[in-house]
């Protein structure tokens, strides 16, 4: 018993004795490196025992930046280590991503707009999930030429036009730059994908079209438009499709410029949501297809 005591003791002193001896592992600050860090006195940071001193926006532009080597010399000074967070993993965590659903719903992030086609629970290889499906058999085998219109009206519209924060949705998060005005702003690009998929019959057959995307903008003016074939659906050799859905089709790429989309917005204030008529419309060529969703997803997203 004695043995354990004294174990416990010395163990409890040894504690004592190590948590007095103990600095901070980091000191996290987080600032524009570019803001006159470079001369910052660390005094204090030396008061408080921390060792390391962490600043975004600047590690991309490490190796060829005088002002953030002045900075790490600065911090070397001072016994202090430094971490810089790289541009791009910020500028990516500001991604975002709707998801719009086809079929008939009560969600926000819907279509108002439903022609043709029904809504039905798709089982394929172990996905279940609810869509919107088209049936060439509805329409007695032959194609339409123009295509029907079945999707139109989303709901949540105003996305990439208006915004609450001071950030505009028409550009992409700023990052600062070394030289006056200190931020660069880039036009946006919104990256449109419905999530479809086509019978295997279809995908390997004589090339048709599937379904048209219409891209309306903020004052109701279509700026794009695309047509997605089912030689799409295959892979980039043309002899791979297994029936499965997909957002991303080869060959195609599905994308408006924000300033595009927003043509006629005046400002990104939430007021002028009653104004905005960006649209997504689908279209459809009368060949079987089931529809599960649409994304819109940022540059950075």
């Known amino acids: 018993m004695k043995t354990i005591l004294l174990l416990i003791t010395t163990l409890l002193l040894s504690i004592q004795v190590n948590s007095q001896t103990k600095t901070f592992k980091t000191g996290m600050t987080g600032a524009y490196f570019h803001y ?34 002045e900075l790490i010399d600065s911090l ?10 790289p541009d791009t993993l910020r500028w990516a965590g500001y991604g975002r991503e709707q998801i719009i659903q086809a079929e008939i719903s009560s969600d926000r992030f819907r279509y108002d707009g439903h022609s043709l086609g029904l809504d039905t629970t798709d089982n394929w290889m172990g996905e279940t999930q609810r869509v919107r499906y088209f049936n060439a058999a509805t329409t007695q085998g032959v194609p339409f030429d123009p295509p029907s219109r079945v999707l139109d009206s989303v709901y949540e519209n105003s996305f990439q036009s208006l915004s609450g924060l001071a950030d505009d949705p028409l550009y992409e998060i700023p990052l600062p730059i070394n030289v006056p005005p200190y931020v660069q702003k880039v036009i ?13 019959q279809d995908a390997f057959g004589s090339t048709k079209n599937v379904a048209k995307v219409v891209i309306k903008a903020f004052n109701g003016d279509v700026v794009s438009e ?48 009653s104004s905005c008529k960006v649209d997504y419309e689908i279209y459809w060529y009368g060949e079987v297809m089931c529809m599960d969703r649409l994304s819109e997803s940022q540059g950075s997203g």
């Not at 006159?36 to 190796?63: C, I, Q, R, V």
């Not at 946006?188 to 295997?200: D, E, F, G, H, L």
């Not at 050799?237 to 300033?259: K, M, Q």
């Open 36 to 69: 006159g860090f470079s001369n910052t006195k660390w005094n204090w940071y030396e008061d408080l025992h921390m060792n390391t001193w962490s600043s975004f926006y600047a590690g991309n532009n490490y190796p060829n930046n005088l002002k953030i080597n």
């Open 188 to 200: 946006n690009t919104y990256y449109v994908k419905p999530r479809m998929r086509i019978s295997t």
């Open 226 to 273: 695309f047509i997605i074939r089912t030689n799409n659906f295959r892979d980039f050799i043309g002899s791979s499709y297994n029936g499965e859905y997909i957002e991303d089709y080869f060959f195609l790429n599905l994308f408006v410029r924000a300033d595009s989309l927003n043509r006629g917005r005046t400002s990104h204030d939430p007021a002028l949501i």
């Open 76 to 85: 070397h000074r001072s016994g202090m280590e430094g971490y810089f967070e």
